[in-house]
């Protein structure tokens, strides 16, 4: 089945730096999805690429979709301690036409 | 606040037994899908409905079942509940059915097995 890989798994970092994930797979999509979700509550949609080499910000967050269709990347920038949660990734419209989710990343802010 | 309403918050119960949890969709949205969250499993697709009718079945098990009511509010019914059934179950809504169209979820079940 369709499977995407997101690293990193973790990244801790201090307050202020920037932070930069991704998702590969070897299928490829239509739409790539980035997800926030934090202790204790639903994943909350950040940014949502409909069109491969689209790139579009939400504030400090920047994503864009891979040109090939089997990527995507998020970035964040001068990040705060409220930026703390896991991040995931989730792509639609490849052959078996559900949203398929990564494994997530595990980001912890320093202050 | 994602509009998706999702009860009872937390649920609690023994193996061989039956629940139900209760999803809500955002005013307006027509497609209800389910998700089980586990550590090791991260977030895996149940089930979709959409005005009415099963639209899309993912890993669900033959356990588990769903409807979705004219209303357009979703019922998940786990039955014969054993150990490794304990997760976080979410329900996410959208407008249509079509998979490009982003999901908004709700907070979650959170059913522990004992």
């Keep these: 089945g369709q499977q995407l890989n997101q690293s990193p798994q973790s990244m801790f970092i201090q307050e202020g730096e920037d932070v930069s994930m991704n998702c590969t797979s070897s299928s490829i999509f239509n739409t790539w999805l980035w997800y926030k979700q934090d202790p204790g509550e639903g994943p909350v949609l950040l940014i949502a690429l409909y069109k491969a080499g689209e790139l579009t910000s939400n504030g400090r967050l920047t994503a864009q979709f891979g040109i090939t269709r089997k990527d995507s990347f998020l970035n964040i920038s001068a990040s705060i301690p409220s930026d703390v949660g896991i991040y995931f990734c989730g792509a639609s419209g490849g052959s078996n036409y559900k949203l398929t989710f990564g494994k997530g990343t595990l980001l912890t802010v320093n202050p | ?114």
């Excluded at chain 2, 998706?4 to 139900?20: D, E, M, N, S, Y």
């Excluded at chain 2, 098990?61 to 304990?86: I, V």
């Design chain 2, 1 to 114: 606040d994602s509009g998706v309403t999702q009860t009872p918050k937390h649920l609690i119960t023994a193996t061989g037994q039956r629940v139900t949890l209760r999803c809500s969709p955002r005013s307006g949205d027509l497609s209800v899908y389910w998700y089980q969250q586990s550590l090791d499993q991260g977030l895996q697709f149940l089930i979709q409905y959409y005005n009415g009718e099963e639209r899309a079945k993912g890993n669900i098990l033959e356990r588990f079942s769903a409807q979705q009511f004219p209303d357009l509010h979703s019922e998940l019914n786990l039955s014969s509940l054993e150990l490794g059934d304990s997760a976080l179950y979410f329900c996410a809504s959208s407008v249509g059915a079509a998979d490009n169209q982003p999901q908004h979820f709700g907070d979650g079940t959170r059913l522990s097995i004992l």
